[in-house]
């Protein structure tokens, strides 16, 4: 059956890193000299909380947390991306198969929109890179909707954005924040596994209509 709907859709919701993107090496090195450099090492919980929130939140989050209180919130976005420019722009790639399920869903004239909590700063040069921005229709982070990936809006204003009803919309995700709340917005939820998620993986299937190790699963 759930196949069956992935073939009667109207629109696709694609969530970046982790999802499409295989960046998850990226953050992890600079979550641990970002904080190994101000004498913390990087609490379990930690990835789980930034990842839905977008750079300034987590930016916000991270100086109280932490007890930044000196560091300028904009000071700690600009060293992230620093420390991230030239990854993203060289050595992040897509996951297997997931290009060429895009290719498929813009052949098959599905709607396509990105819904991140990443930086277009960043995100940009990979998506051209890679070949992926002919098939987007529409880009949204989480800075551009009132609230995170803990809520639905991001991919309810997505699914505006392309014209198609979230009930006849798709939505991919990795992280289990990402999938209840597209799941809450009335969407198809599919999950997808990637390794900083795989803590969550029974939650996240459980949430999911359908679950997938690859995009070779559903091509």
Request: proline content about 3%; aromatic content about 10%.
């Amino acid at each position: 059956m759930a196949n069956s709907f992935l073939d009667e859709i109207k629109g696709a919701i694609i969530d970046l890193d982790g999802t499409i993107l295989d960046s998850a090496w990226v953050w992890d090195k600079v979550d641990e000299e970002f904080l190994g450099a101000r004498g913390f090492d990087v609490p379990k919980n930690y990835v789980e909380k930034i990842s839905p929130m977008g750079a300034k939140k987590a930016a916000i989050y991270t100086k109280k947390e932490f007890g930044l209180d000196d560091e300028d919130i904009y000071d700690i976005m600009d060293e992230w991306f620093e420390m991230t420019k030239h990854e993203y722009r060289d050595d992040v790639s897509c996951k297997p198969f997931a290009k060429d399920y895009i290719k498929k869903l813009y052949e098959n004239n599905i709607r396509i929109a990105v819904a991140t909590s990443s930086d277009r700063v960043l995100f940009m040069p990979t998506l051209e890179r890679e070949g992926l921005i002919g098939y987007i229709d529409e880009i949204v982070t989480v800075d551009e909707v009132p609230r995170g990936k803990g809520f639905p809006d991001i991919y309810l204003e997505a699914a505006r954005r392309i014209g198609v009803a979230p009930t006849e919309c798709v939505v991919f995700e990795d992280i289990l924040l990402g999938a209840t709340s597209a799941k809450e917005g009335g969407f198809f939820v599919v999950g997808v596994a990637d390794e900083k998620s795989l803590h969550n993986r029974e939650k996240i299937e459980e949430i999911s209509d359908l679950y997938i190790e690859s995009f070779k699963d559903i091509l």
